[in-house]
T-cell receptor
Framework: AQTVTQSQPEMSVQEAETVTLSCTYDTSESDYYLFWYKQPPSRQMILVIRQEAYKQQNATENRFSVNFQKAAKSFSLKISDSQLGDAAMYFCAYRSVDTGTASKLTFGTGTRLQVTL | NAGVMQNPRHLVRRRGQEARLRCSPMKGHSHVYWYRQLPEEGLKFMVYLQKENIIDESGMPKERFSAEFPKEGPSILRIQQVVRGDSAAYFC????????????FGQGTRLTVV
């Protein structure tokens, strides 16, 4: 079974600065998807960024980018030019590429990000 | 195109009562996933359904919990004889097919058992 580990329960960043959230995972599969989700106080789960394991290029979405190290099974999220609206819980998640029983997402325990003035 | 709709947003039940949580997937989506989030924890997979079929229920507790996704109408997660430990946020997600690249989440139902 796959596992996802987020070792930073809380992080803090000043507005306009850069912060990196860590995520490691364990799998025996060679192809899979990795995701970062944001959960603000409203509880809505919002997809931030997605990475296909077969793609060597790191995904980027505006101020959000990832550092995907497949051999190390590491998938960190970098937030540049942090804004107050970035304050939320961030969850790393894994999904197999197979359909059927592997369609579920496996989540880490989350990192709570605080953004200060 | 409305997103994934869950209702109610908040549900309070006394111990021993039944809780029914509803999820209407996005238009055109026929795959539904239920997740449970305990306080200060990540989301844990419960069950994956297609219309009229349970595909994967490996995350469902063996007793008191059931789920359905009928041909017509929303998906229902039913918890019978609720206990305090069932208090959690329950999230539904939907996708157009099993091999998706993004599942869209509802806002969740927060169940409180008193």
């Amino acid at each position: 079974a796959q596992t996802v580990t987020q070792s930073q329960p809380e992080m803090s960043v000043q507005e306009a600065e850069t912060v990196t959230l860590s995520c490691t995972y364990d799998t025996s599969e060679s192809d899979y998807y990795l995701f970062w989700y944001k959960q603000p106080p409203s509880r809505q789960m919002i997809l931030v960024i997605r990475q296909e394991a077969y793609k060597q290029q790191n995904a980027t979405e505006n101020r959000f980018s990832v550092n995907f190290q497949k051999a190390a099974k590491s998938f960190s999220l970098k937030i540049s030019d942090s804004q107050l609206g970035d304050a939320a819980m961030y969850f790393c998640a894994y999904r197999s590429v197979d359909t059927g029983t592997a369609s579920k997402l496996t989540f880490g325990t989350g990192t709570r990000l605080q953004v200060t003035l | 195109n409305a997103g994934v709709m869950q209702n109610p947003r908040h549900l309070v039940r006394r111990r021993g009562q039944e809780a029914r949580l509803r999820c209407s997937p996005m238009k055109g989506h026929s795959h539904v996933y239920w997740y449970r989030q305990l306080p200060e924890e990540g989301l844990k997979f419960m069950v994956y359904l297609q219309k009229e079929n349970i595909i994967d229920e490996s995350g469902m507790p063996k007793e008191r919990f059931s789920a359905e996704f009928p041909k017509e109408g929303p998906s229902i997660l039913r918890i019978q004889q609720v206990v305090r430990g069932d208090s959690a946020a329950y999230f539904c997600a939907s996708s157009p097919q099993g091999a998706y690249t993004e599942a869209f989440f509802g806002q969740g139902t927060r169940l409180t058992v008193v």
